[in-house]
């Protein structure tokens, strides 16, 4: 069973930076790699996604901000969150997909999420 292991994330300053990195146990070359975002009270939320050959998808409301890379040869897909805001608050967790979906039901795998909390 592949496990998926989430880390970067903290406290930042509205405006501020973090990377988060998403290690797997396996090998998860030939899946989808997605990130999602849950923060209190609410669903989660798709983010992004990358196949196999860095093809990737991008929720809307993140384009520009967040950027989805995969480093196929470490097995870890990481997340770059730039120019954050209040609202990007959440739990942010990384998930194993067949194929590139923006819906949470059809990832198998889940990590156990790393908490971003950004002050204003």
């Known amino acids: 069973q592949v496990q998926l292991v989430e880390s970067g994330g903290g406290l930042v300053q509205a405006g501020g930076s973090l990377r988060l990195s998403c290690v797997s146990s396996?090998?998860?070359?030939?899946?989808?790699l997605g990130w999602f975002r849950q923060a209190p009270g609410k669903e989660r939320e798709f983010i992004a996604a990358?196949?196999?050959?860095?093809?990737?998808l991008y929720e809307d409301s993140v384009k520009g901000r967040f950027t989805i890379s995969r480093d196929n040869a470490k097995n870890t897909v990481y997340l770059q969150l730039n120019s954050l805001k209040p609202e990007d608050t959440a739990v942010y967790y990384c998930?194993?997909?067949?194929?590139?979906?923006?819906?949470?039901?059809?990832?198998?795998?889940w990590g156990q999420g790393t908490q971003v909390t950004v002050s204003s």
């Open positions: 990358i196949n196999r050959i860095s093809t990737t």
């Open positions: 998930a194993i997909a067949l194929y590139m979906t923006r819906m949470a039901n059809d990832y198998t795998v």
């Open positions: 396996g090998r998860t070359f030939f899946s989808i």
